[in-house]
């Protein structure tokens, strides 16, 4: 037998949603789902583990402040062997303690600048979203206005082609 | 329809009695301590003056929250409108108390001598020292540099006025709301539109005004160009727990059956964002001028530091209202926790309150002040003033809204 590749195409995402939980109920695996833009909850019902953005978020943003106290610390203080202390406003140069206040700003900004653009970057890489990189979606049409669902299936496809129909499908592609 | 148990109100009761000791007791160790000492200075009337500062701006930001979500045409929030609309109804009492502050504050009556700047004389150039018939305080440059904005007649309309107009738009947005549970519809949701349109105007000039007026002005000297908003951002983060605290007592009464997780979590994004946005706005001010270190700028921040009753709360209520919301109202699962909320809900509170004190004591009392018996059981006996008016106008009108257009919307919620 072959490995079937079933495409079912909605025209709204309400449908899609419910669809999906129809479909699930009745333990079909669903490979994957296209759609133009985020659809909302849709994740929780293909059962999708939750991200695991928010613990890279954070992991990025001590590495921009760390970099961001290393830095400040060498312009600000240190310098090679204290060479070129900066003194600044008739602050106390001596420690970094001392002059904390002022470089909040900084370690704020390299923080969020850290978090945000690594994020962006992981985001990409994990999408396979970067130049050069070949179409992944099935369908040019869910870059527009439709929603695709994905479902590999081994053997009988008709009682999938069934479902698909049942719940509202109004297109279905096979690929072999 | 909610009704007030007996618990309730015997709790708040005792809180108010709490309250008006504390107050007699106050004047009346005052009064004698002005016996032996006609300098000494009464410290019953800055504690009531943060205390109404704080309380007062709960109720004044409840008519913020309304308008709010009036002029954002907020679907969230609706089946918890009652919420805030309550809560409204303190404010006319806590404007009572702020416009008795202000009166015996201009005709210096019973020790009230919170606002330097209203000393007779002070701007009278030939009172200066050694002059015949010269008193103490003596002539000020500065204070009668600010004398066209700082003075008695004005300061005591700009009061009048701030306090009608936030009454009256409080009692015209109650009032539309409780039209429309009778009527239907959306013209009166448009009218309310617009009367919230008009409050945001008003509250935007007056907030920070008042913020000026009442609590800046006590450090004449020093000024603060990011005054007003400062106030605000601690009025709206005492103001969200406020309604979220009310919410969940409500909700755990059995009232308020649609109010559900995503609401929680939406006051709950509230109290962080406002509590970062305080500290944002502390640090805006507190770094610029540590920065500059211009004396007449540093003084504020002087008296404060570098007086040893005033330094540990300081640095203490400025951590607290930080580090808590941040570290423990971060993930979104910390949002829907009831207890870890009501835990820094409370945390922030007891450091805002603390906060409160500090911008009113410092000035007034120099280096005499202490938090005490007078400051806290006045502080308890607003609260309990504040609760009590807050349940008994929830006992005025049903919990939930009838016909409010977003009603669905509010009831479907979910993040």
């Known amino acids: 037998m072959n490995k079937t590749t079933i495409y079912g195409i909605f025209d709204d995402e309400e449908v899609l949603l419910s669809s999906v939980k129809e479909i699930r109920s009745n333990e079909i695996h669903i490979k994957e789902v296209y759609s133009p833009f985020p659809v909302h ?53 001596w420690t970094l303690y001392h002059n904390l206040p002022a470089f909040v700003p900084v370690l704020f900004e390299l923080t969020v600048l850290f978090a945000g653009h690594l994020m962006s970057i992981t985001f990409f ?37 069934k479902m698909l129909t049942k719940t509202g499908a109004t297109e279905i592609n096979l690929k072999e | 329809m909610f009704t007030i148990d007996n618990k309730a109100k015997k709790f708040t009761f005792i809180l108010m009695a709490i309250g008006l000791v504390s107050l007699i007791f106050g004047f009346v160790t005052d009064y004698l301590h002005y016996q032996e000492d006609p300098k000494y200075h009464f410290t019953t009337w800055p504690a009531i003056l943060f205390n109404t500062y704080f309380y007062l701006g709960i109720a004044l930001f409840a008519v913020f929250f309304v308008a709010l979500q009036y002029v954002a045409e907020a679907g969230w929030s609706i089946v918890l409108k009652r919420v805030p609309e309550a809560i409204m109804g303190a404010l006319p009492a806590f404007s009572i108390i702020m416009l008795i502050i202000a009166v015996t504050a201009i005709l210096h009556l019973w020790g009230n001598h919170i606002y330097h700047w209203l000393a007779d004389g002070i701007t009278d150039p030939k009172n200066v020292k050694g002059a015949e018939g010269a008193k103490y305080p003596y002539y000020d440059e500065i204070i009668a540099g600010k004398e066209a904005y700082l003075n008695a007649p004005f300061f005591i309309i700009r009061t009048i006025i701030y306090l009608i107009g936030w009454i009256y738009f409080a009692k015209k947005l109650r009032s539309l709301s409780i039209l429309e549970d009778k009527l239907g519809g959306t013209s009166i949701h448009s009218k309310a539109v617009r009367s919230s349109a008009w409050f945001m105007v008003f509250f935007a000039v007056t907030g920070s005004m008042a913020a000026w007026d009442w609590i800046m002005s006590i450090d004449t000297h020093w000024f603060s160009t990011l005054f007003g908003w400062y106030v605000f951002a601690e009025w709206c983060a005492i103001g969200f727990t406020t309604v979220y605290l009310v919410t969940l007592y409500l909700k755990n009464k059995g009232y308020l059956e649609h109010v559900n997780n995503s609401h929680i979590h939406d006051l709950g994004k509230f109290i962080f964002a406002f509590s970062l946005v305080w500290t944002y706005m502390w640090f805006s001010q507190f770094m610029l001028i540590w920065y500059a270190h211009i004396p007449e700028e540093v003084a504020y921040y002087v008296d404060r530091i570098d007086v040893k009753n005033y330094r540990f709360l300081f640095w203490f209520s400025m951590s607290i209202n930080f580090l808590f919301p941040i570290i423990l109202l971060m993930s979104r699962d910390a949002k829907r926790n009831h207890k870890r909320l009501v835990f820094v809900s409370a945390v922030i509170l007891i450091g805002h309150w603390l906060n409160s004190y500090l911008l009113v004591t410092p000035g007034t009392l120099k280096t005499h002040g202490h938090i005490g018996f007078t400051e806290i059981g006045i502080g308890l006996g607003f609260a309990g003033l504040l609760i009590y008016l807050t349940l008994n106008s929830l006992t005025k009108q049903p919990l939930e809204p009838k016909n409010h257009p977003f009603l669905d919307e509010s009831k479907h919620l979910h993040t």
């Open chain 1, 41 to 93: 909850g849709l994740d929780h019902a293909l059962g999708i583990k939750e991200t695991r953005m928010a613990i890279t978020a954070f992991i990025y943003g001590c590495i921009g402040l760390t970099f961001g106290i290393a830095l400040i610390y060498y312009i600000m203080i240190s310098g090679i062997y204290k060479s070129w202390p900066m003194n600044i406003g008739g602050k106390p140069n």
């Open chain 1, 125 to 161: 890489i994990r999408c396979g979203l970067f130049p050069g990189n070949p179409e992944v979606s099935p369908d040019p049409r869910t870059t527009d206005d439709k929603f695709l669902m994905e479902i590999e299936v081994d053997g009988d496809i008709s009682k999938v082609k």
